[in-house]
């Protein structure tokens, strides 16, 4: 079992960053794929961006290309989501997961390619 912790959520006025991290524990000896989605009230919960372990290969949510960029650190040893100019629709809870496998590009940004999920930390942009 993986266990993922989310942190670094908030309020922030729009325009402004935040930076989300993800820390594994468990049975994480090897990193695979990472990724990190959002759901807001109402809606679906979406991909967001999602980084592949062994070549640093990232993918990006058009909406928030540009502005999110999802990285390792491997001090932390933490998935981090940096994110800039944000904007009220950019207001929701923002979920960490983790796959066993090395995904496709094309597949890394499907929800049920993750076999694990953290609890979700609450960001909410508003003046």
């Known amino acids: 079992q993986v266990q993922l912790v989310e942190s670094g959520g908030g309020w922030v006025q729009p325009g402004a960053s935040l930076k989300l991290s993800c820390a594994a524990s468990?049975?994480?000896?090897?990193?695979?794929?990472m990724g990190w989605f959002r759901q807001a009230p109402g809606k679906e919960r979406e991909f967001v961006a999602a980084f592949r372990w062994y070549d640093r290969a990232t993918v990006h949510a058009d909406s928030v290309k540009g502005r999110f960029t999802v990285s390792r650190d491997n001090a932390k040893n933490t998935l981090d989501l940096q994110m800039n100019s944000l904007k009220p629709d950019d207001t929701a809870v923002y979920f960490c997961?983790?796959?066993?496998?090395?995904?496709?590009?094309?597949?890394?940004?499907?929800?049920?390619?993750?076999?694990?999920w953290g609890q979700g930390t609450q960001v909410t942009v508003s003046s």
């Open positions: 997961a983790s796959s066993n496998r090395h995904l496709i590009i094309s597949a890394m940004s499907l929800n049920h390619m993750y076999d694990y």
């Open positions: 468990g049975h994480t000896g090897r990193r695979y794929t």
